[in-house]
Structure formats: C-alpha cells, structure tokens
C-alpha cells in the first residue's frame, strides 16, 4: 500500500514539474488560447497527446499496460455523447472564467499566482457537490432504447473500431495530423506569450514523459479531476451527507496524485528560483470560485478533465475524448468571446 502511495505521489510529481517546466499552466496561456491570440498552448497540448499516443500504442504491444480508452459518459438525454459534450461545454466555460483546468490549478497555487487559491477553493466545492448530487445526473440508464439492440456501437469505443483501421495504422494518422497542426501553427498562428515560454514542443514532451512515468509508476494513465470528486467522497462521509451507504472507503490514490503534483511543483520552483508569472489578465475571487466550481462539475460530467480526456483520451484515440475536448473548446472560445465583448 505505501509503495502504491509511493509511486502515484511521484508520477504526480513529475506531471506537476512537467506542467511547470511547459509554461502551460498559467492562466495567461490559457485564455490567450481560447481568445485565439495565442497558440502555444495548443502546440503543447498536441505534442503532449502525441506523444502519448505512442507511447501507449508501445505499452499495448508489449502487453505492460492495457491503456483502456475512455468510455462515453452517456446520461440518456440526447445522445451517447451527450454527457461528454455538455460536461465539456460546462468545462471551457470554467476554463474561460479562471485561465485554469482542473490540473494546471494545482502548479498555479504551487507556484503562487493568486487566482489559483480562489479557483482551487472553488474546485473542492464543486467536488463536494459533486459528491452529494452528481448521482442524480448519473442516474439515469446507461443504456438509451433506441441502442438496446446495438452491442456493436457499444464495443466501439475508439476511431480506429469505428474505421475499421488498426490501432497503429490510427495513430500514425493522428502523429501526422497533430504534427500537420503545429507546423501549421508555429509559422501562420501568433504565440506572443509562448514565443517567450519553452519550445513547445519540447514542453509537450515533458508532459508526454510525464505520462510515460504515470505509465511505468503506477500502471495507468494521467488523470487529475477523480480527485475532487474523491476529497468531496471523503468530506461528505464524514459530514454525513454521502449518498453512498458502502461501508468501504474509495481508494485515495487520486489525491496522493494530486498532492503529489503540488509538492513537486513546489519544490521544483523552489530549487530554480521561479518567481510567481505575472498575469496579464486580473481575475476576481467570485469569477474564480465560480469557474472553479464549473471546472469540476463539467470534469464530472464528461467523466474526465484536460488532462484525462485532452492528453490520455485522445492518445488512446476514444471518441468520448474527441467529442469532449472539441466541447470544452467550443464553450472556452464561445465563453471568452461574450466576455471580451461585454467587457
């Protein structure tokens, strides 16, 4: 048990440095990305995926880690994807409010810029309610009618199944378009603030190590958003407002994870001497608890965060991943649009 602690603490750690070390984290690069005036984060977040994506295609090979692609989060009200498209709209606009995911809040707060204190407040409130009434959003069958007789879609879960391609032959096509959209990227989109962070290219490659560590140190792959749900799991329970009457108690592992981001962070801007980035962008307390608390909501919701579904499910080419990070986008862009124009 403690070497499992061990080794989920560590690979937080090092995805933690990994976020640092990218400049990715701060909230600068976020919104300039969904306000379309900076790039760098989308080539990061490409070359992160990428390289994941190998690398877990390697693992299934060698039969060292099975890297399960996401499955939808289906709540019977439009479609299959319906969860995963409106926890990923819910997730951008959180992400537009506070600059910040439900990871990169972690380096912010490490690493001492102030909005993330506020956000990650926000985020525990989210998991708290979560915890207390995400069932009811999860209640209803998993199984619409109209797909009672389809147990094909249902195995169906990546594009290479729905294709009919192998799993390499689907990766290499999606190497190809990621490396097609940084290319294209780094000499037709600007990056005024990214052009002074690290290559991002090699700090998508960092957080590819990351996942490699995640791969090796405890069998699975990167993921942050589990572990609001799992602190709101725990404080409900003690406060006696779980709805859950299972006498065992769920593994702590995702917040060893999360703990173990904030304290690599820290230690890691400690021993090079970073200062604390000064944003360009001013947020206030209520627009940061109140993003915070969207950010893990609409996590919950989708059933995975940026980093869940943006860097491990797209590399595992799982077509709930595509349809969420393609919904987070669209209500990050369309969010920081009415901002900038009732600003």
Not at 47 to 57: K, P, V, W
Not at 95 to 102: E, H, Q, V
């Amino acid at each position: 048990m403690a070497t499992n602690f061990i080794s989920t603490g560590l690979s937080g750690a090092v995805f933690g440095s990994a976020l640092l070390l990218s400049g990715v984290y701060s909230p600068t690069i976020i919104l300039a990305q969904l306000e379309l005036s900076d790039f760098y984060m989308l080539k990061v977040f490409l070359t992160a995926s990428g390289s994941s994506a190998i690398l877990m295609e390697i693992c299934k090979r060698a039969n060292i880690v099975p890297c399960k692609p996401r499955e939808a989060s289906n709540l019977n009200l439009l479609s299959r994807y319906d969860g995963n498209i409106i926890g990923g709209l819910i997730l951008g606009c959180g992400m537009a409010l506070t600059g910040a995911c439900p990871g990169t809040v972690l380096v912010q707060v490490a690493s001492g810029i102030s909005s993330g204190v506020p956000v990650l407040a926000g985020g525990i409130l989210g998991g708290i309610l979560w915890s207390r009434f995400g069932y009811c959003v999860k209640c209803a069958p998993t199984t619409p009618a109209s797909e009672k007789g389809s147990t094909l879609s249902k195995n169906e879960l990546t594009l290479y199944d729905s294709t009919k391609m192998s799993s390499a032959q689907a990766v290499l096509l999606f190497e190809i378009v990621c490396l097609s959209v940084i290319i294209a990227a780094s000499y037709l989109l600007p990056d005024p603030y990214g052009s002074k962070l690290l290559n991002p290219v090699l700090g998508g490659l960092l957080i590819g190590g990351a996942q490699a560590a995640s791969l090796i140190l405890t069998r699975g792959l990167i993921g942050v958003s589990t572990a609001y749900e799992r602190l709101g799991d725990y404080i409900c329970r003690f406060a006696g407002l779980s709805p859950c009457y299972d006498s065992t108690w769920p593994s702590p592992s995702p917040l060893v994870f999360a703990l173990g981001m904030i304290v690599g962070t820290w230690s890691l801007s400690h021993a090079l001497g970073m200062t604390p980035v000064m944003e360009s962008t001013q947020i206030s307390v209520a627009r940061a608890a109140v993003g915070g608390v969207a950010l893990i909501i609409g996590a919950r919701t989708a059933g995975g965060c940026t980093s869940g579904h943006g860097i491990s499910g797209m590399a595992a080419l799982s077509k709930a991943s595509f349809a969420t990070v393609g919904a987070m986008f669209a209500g990050g862009m369309g969010l920081s649009g009415l901002l900038r124009f009732f600003k």
